[in-house]
């Protein structure tokens, strides 16, 4: 690796550890100047499994697939779900996350992983993976309130497509 490419990466990882931004650590494609919401969210539509309203019901902990480190369970969160844009509906879903937990009852924080509220309600950008749905801060996935410009757009969508 040259010289000038590590500095680079290490300025971005101390940029995006500072302002907290999660996007910064995902793998996703930046925003443009030129981009508009419709083009932003058609692009997250595309990159997703599944597109839908959600409430937080219940936030667990199930038994880690991978059991690397004995006792190790693993976030799931519970959603009542509302309204479907892409993927087939169901009233209620489980998201996975990549928050452990240790039987100990240690929580590791995940820079990219969303954090979700009970009673809070989300537009949620799910992809797939494992035979599971995962939205995490590296998605489109926010809080409903803060969702109005994509809803607009997700309903546009949905109008063409008909």
Not at 41 to 58: C, D, H, I
Not at 66 to 93: F, N
Not at 120 to 138: F, M, P
Request: proline share 3%.
């Amino acid at each position: 690796m040259k010289i000038p490419s590590l500095i680079n990466l290490a300025t971005a990882l101390a940029i995006a550890t500072a302002s907290g931004s999660v996007a910064a650590s995902c793998n996703v494609r930046p925003g443009l100047a030129s981009d508009t919401t419709q083009t932003i969210v058609k692009l997250a539509v595309r990159n997703s499994s599944a597109v839908f309203t959600g409430q937080v019901t219940a936030i667990e902990y199930i038994p880690a697939e991978d059991q690397q480190v004995k006792g190790r369970k693993m976030q799931v969160v519970k959603l009542a779900t509302g309204t479907w844009w892409k993927g087939t509906p169901s009233e209620q879903i489980t998201l996975h996350t990549n928050i452990p937990r240790d039987a100990d009852g240690t929580d590791y924080i995940v820079s990219t992983e969303y954090r979700y509220e009970v009673g809070r309600s989300y537009l949620i950008y799910a992809t797939s993976a494992g035979g599971h749905l995962y939205a995490d801060g590296c998605t489109r996935t926010r809080k409903l309130a803060a969702a109005t410009g994509d809803i607009t757009e997700l309903d546009a969508l949905k109008a063409q497509a008909n």
